[in-house]
């Protein structure tokens, strides 16, 4: 009995390690499934875009226009890495004026830089932006160009099929150069002055008391030097510029009437073709060629005046107050002629009036 005991008492033991050293399948660790392999980049369409723009305006290798768009053109091709090619055009060589914004608006592959009254058929408030006698000064401006009225405006040239990139390649203030002593509106009655082809210019040269003759700039030297005009209403780096214009006139009446400015265009149908990425480094290098013209020009113009004046050039004073006055019909012909509004006027002298306040 007690070795039968002895025997079962063993067996039981067995038994018992048995099941301790077994461990349940369902506690087993799972077998690790085999790590996906990670998905492919996906190529960027961008990548295979590639656009050729032709880019056109007026200006002389002289200009600060010019040379802004030069600049423009090679920093656009540079930085897209050629995938936007822009091929520059000045001196009148393709379409300017309203047929180069006419381009833009039938959607060619197509850049301009023109003033800005030139899409006032489009959206009239577009010339009421540069109204005559409205800035003194590039701050000015500048602080009209960033305001939601200036935004609202390039958002209604956008619907026209009109993509505005920049709106500051300004060159300075528009004034009369003559060889006449003009001091009041009265002085320029009965003589016949170059105007450009902005159908505002020449109704503002119109009120400051002069006949407007649009032509050309080029037109404008023979035109001058055979007695045709008296001169022309222009900026300082034009006197300076292309054809040595100062050896045909000497004088100028600083009515500074227009901010002589231009807005970059590019057509919209065009524009919505371009990736995205390629619309940031277009609207950075527009942006910074604009200011880039506007600095240089500014800090150039001191220089300019002191050779102009070497060369016989002298500057005279106006009555600003009775040059403002006759202006003032040109706001009613914008309105009458484009369909702007007087509200629109106010809320651009609001804007004027209020950095002025914030600046004084």
Known sequence: MKKFLAMLLALMMVLSL?????????????AEAP??????????PADDFYLEIKFSNVFQPTEWNYKASEKLAQMITEKTEGHISVTYYGQNELDCYGDSVTRAVNGENW?????????????GDAAMV?????????????????????ANLIDELAAQGIHVLDTHYSFGFRSVVTNLNVTKPEDLNGHVLRATSSAL?????????????????????????????????GSVSTLAGAGNPYELVKNVASTNHLIATRWLFISEDCWQTIPEKYQQIIEECAYECGMWEQTMCEEDEATQIE????????????DLDAFSAACEPVIDWI??????????YDQLTALVAEFRANNG
Do not use: H
Not at 35 to 44: G, R
Not at 112 to 119: C, D, Y
Not at 307 to 318: A, H, I, M, S
């Open 307 to 318: 050779f102009l004046k070497t060369q016989g050039v002298t500057w005279n004073d106006v």
């Open 111 to 123: 850049m301009g830089l023109e003033e800005p009254s030139l899409f006032a058929d489009y959206v």
């Open 335 to 344: 309105v009458e002629e484009y369909g702007s509004s007087y509200e629109a």
């Open 18 to 30: 048995c099941a301790c050293g077994s461990k349940p399948a369902a506690e087993a660790p799972a």
């Open 201 to 233: 210019f020449a109704k503002t040269l119109e009120c400051l008391g002069a006949t407007p003759s649009p032509m050309s700039f080029t037109e404008c030297l023979s035109a001058i030097s055979s007695g045709v005009v008296e001169g022309f209403e």
């Open 130 to 150: 540069i109204a005559p006698m409205l800035y003194s000064s590039n701050a000015e401006y500048n602080y009209v160009m960033d305001s939601d009225f200036v």
């Open 35 to 44: 790590a996906a392999d990670a998905p492919a980049a996906e190529a960027d």
